[in-house]
C-alpha cells in the first residue's frame, strides 16, 4: 500500500504540474511588472514555468530544460546563439570526463576495492552512521583545496560503490535482493556527496570560485584585501559546524535500514579477498583518476606557494583548466590498454555512451538560465527588491539578507554566476547605506556556494543525481532544511567572528 500510494502521489503531482507550469508562466507574463524591461519580464515568465516543471518533474527534467531554453529563443530574451552557448560551458566537459571516469571504474570494480577499503577501516567498524561520516569528511576535507564539482565527481563513484557493497551485505543477510536505487541510505550518502562537496569549500579562499570572486569584489570596490590566513580564522569554525550540522541533517532525513551491520567486518574480509590481485583494467582506471586528482589540486598549491595573481598559478590555470584536466583523464581511458594484442582498452565507446547524458543538458539549461538572469538585470531587480521589501539597514539586517540572497539565487543558476551577480550588488547598497561592506559582502559570497535544492544548483546535485538515487522531492526536502539552517549558522558565525579578526 506504501508504495502504491507513493506511486500515486508521483503521478499526481506530475499530472498537476503538467498545466501549472504553462499557467505559473502565463500568468506571471500577463501581470505588468514596472522596471522589467521586456526580456526580463518575459525571461519571469519562462523561469516560473521551468521551476514548476523542474519541481513536479510532469516531462524529464533534461527536456525541461531545453523548454526553457527554446521559449526564451522565441521570445527574443536573447539571441540563440548567447542562449544554447552554455549548453557547451567548460563545466559541461569537466562532467563528461568525470562520467568517463565514473564509468571506468565501476566497469573495472576499481569503486567496489576503494568502497572496501573504506569499510575496512577499523574505525569506521559496523555502524552505517559512521561510514556516513567518515564519507561526508572526505569529501569536505577535498572540497577546501579543489572545487566542489571535482571533489563530487572523485568521492561518487566511491559511494557508488560503498552503497553497491552494503546492498549486497544486506541482500546477503535477509536472502532478499536490494535494489540500491531504493535504498534509503543510498539518498542519504549521495547527497553527502554533493552537500559535503560543496559546504567544504568555504573553508579555504581557494576552496571554490565564489571565494575568489567575492575576495576580488571586496578588494576592488571596498578596497579591503583579506589575506588567506585570516579567511581560515574566521571560516574553519563555521565549516566545523556547518559539517556536523550536515551530518546530523543527513543522518535523520535518511536514516539507514539497518544501523549496525552484523558480520560486516567477516563480509568485507571475504568480498576483499574476491577481487583479487588488481587487473590491468583497475590500474589503468586508478591512473586516469589519479592524473585528474593531481591536475585538479595542483592549482590549489600554486595559490598557496605563489599567490593567486602569481605568473605560474596563472599560466596553469589558463593552460589547464578543470574541464581540460577532466578531458584528459577521460581520453587516457580510451588509450591506456587492458590487452594490447586484442586492441582492448580501458573504456570503449559502447561502455561510455551510458553515461547521464541528460545530466549534462540538464545543467546547460540552467547555466543559460543564470547567464540569462545576469544580463537582463532580472536577478539585480530581484534582490534589490527583497532589500527593500526586508528593510534590512542595520549591518547585520543587510548581511542576513545578503546571506540568503545568495542562497536564493544560486538555486536558480551556478553558484560562481550567483556570486558574480549578488556580491557587487551587496556591496553597492552597502556603500550607499553607509554601511561596511565587507560582513554583507562575505555574506553573499558563503551564501553563494548554498543552493541544494534542485540538481541545477550546483554541478555537485547534478552528478549525483545522475545516480538515480536522489528522488528530485528527497532532494528538494533536504536542501530546503540545509539552506535555512545554513544560512542561520552563516550569519551567526560571521557575527560572532569578523569583529574578533578586525572586518567589522
Not at 562532467?95 to 568517463?100: D, K, P, R
Not at 561510514?131 to 571533489?151: D, E, Q
Not at 595573481?309 to 590555470?317: D, V
Request: with cysteine; aromatic share 10%.
Amino acid at each position: 500500500m506504501e508504495i502504491d500510494g507513493e506511486s500515486r502521489f508521483e503521478r499526481g503531482r506530475a499530472t498537476v504540474g503538467l498545466f501549472l507550469g504553462p499557467a505559473a508562466g502565463l500568468t506571471l507574463f500577463l501581470v505588468p511588472t514596472p522596471g522589467l524591461t521586456p526580456a526580463a519580464h518575459f525571461l519571469a515568465a519562462v523561469l516560473a514555468w521551468v521551476v514548476v516543471w523542474w519541481v513536479t518533474e510532469p516531462v524529464p527534467l533534461p527536456v525541461t530544460a531545453l523548454s526553457g531554453a527554446v521559449l526564451c529563443i522565441v521570445g527574443r530574451v536573447a539571441p540563440a546563439h548567447d542562449i544554447l552557448a552554455p549548453f557547451s560551458n567548460p563545466v559541461i566537459f569537466l562532467f563528461l570526463g568525470s562520467f568517463l571516469i565514473a564509468t571506468a571504474m565501476t566497469v573495472h570494480g576499481l569503486d567496489r576495492r576503494f568502497a572496501f577499503g573504506i569499510l575496512s577501516l577499523r574505525w569506521i567498524g559496523d555502524r552505517t552512521s559512521r561510514i556516513l561520516w567518515a564519507y561526508g569528511l572526505i569529501c569536505v576535507g577535498l572540497s577546501m583545496w579543489i572545487s566542489n564539482t571535482a571533489t563530487a565527481a572523485m568521492m561518487f563513484p566511491i559511494g557508488l560503490g560503498i552503497i553497491r557493497c552494503l546492498a549486497g551485505l544486506i541482500a546477503s543477510q535477509t536472502g532478499k535482493p536490494v535494489d540500491p536505487a531504493k535504498f534509503r541510505f543510498a539518498t542519504g550518502m549521495m547527497l553527502m556527496a554533493s552537500y559535503a562537496s560543496s559546504t567544504g569549500g568555504i573553508g579555504t579562499p581557494v576552496g571554490t570560485p565564489p571565494n575568489l570572486i567575492g575576495l576580488a569584489m571586496i578588494e576592488k570596490f571596498a578596497g579591503i584585501k583579506i589575506p588567506f590566513f585570516k579567511w581560515l580564522l574566521f571560516c574553519l569554525p563555521i565549516l566545523a559546524v556547518m559539517y556536523f550540522v550536515l551530518f546530523i541533517l543527513m543522518y535523520r532525513l535518511h536514516k539507514p535500514e539497518i544501523v549496525r551491520i552484523e558480520g560486516c567486518r567477516e563480509y568485507i574480509r571475504v568480498e576483499r579477498l574476491k577481487l583479487g590481485p588488481w587487473t590491468r583494467g583497475q590500474k589503468n582506471a586508478l591512473a586516469a583518476f589519479l592524473t585528474a586528482v593531481v591536475l585538479w589540486t595542483t592549482p590549489g598549491f600554486l595559490t598557496i606557494v605563489f599567490g593567486i595573481e602569481g605568473h605560474w598559478t596563472r599560466a596553469f590555470a589558463a593552460r589547464m583548466p578543470e574541464a581540460a584536466a577532466a578531458l584528459v583523464a577521460g581520453i587516457l581511458l580510451f588509450v591506456l590498454p587492458v590487452d594490447w594484442k586484442k586492441r582492448e582498452f580501458t573504456l570503449n565507446w559502447k561502455q561510455a555512451v551510458g553515461i547521464d547524458w541528460g545530466t549534462l543538458v540538464l545543467f546547460g539549461g540552467g547555466l543559460s538560465l543564470g547567464q540569462m538572469m545576469f544580463q537582463t538585470g532580472l536577478a539585480e531587480t530581484v534582490g534589490k527588491g527583497i532589500v527593500d521589501a526586508l528593510g534590512a539597514t542595520s549591518l547585520w539586517g543587510l548581511t542576513l539578507v545578503a546571506v540568503y540572497i545568495g542562497i536564493l539565487v544560486s538555486e536558480a543558476t551556478s553558484n560562481t554566476a550567483s556570486a558574480s551577480m549578488v556580491v557587487p550588488v551587496v556591496i553597492s547598497l552597502s556603500l550607499a547605506s553607509g554601511i561596511n561592506p565587507v560582513p554583507p559582502a562575505i555574506g553573499a559570497t558563503l551564501g553563494a556556494s548554498w543552493g541544494f535544492m534542485l540538481p541545477i544548483s550546483t554541478p555537485p546535485n547534478a552528478i549525483v543525481y545522475g545516480s538515480g538515487m536522489v528522488p528530485i522531492t528527497k532532494m528538494i526536502r533536504a536542501g530546503a532544511i540545509f539552506d535555512i539552517l545554513a544560512g542561520l549558522i552563516l550569519w551567526v558565525g560571521l557575527r560572532l567572528l569578523l569583529p574578533l579578526v578586525g572586518l567589522a
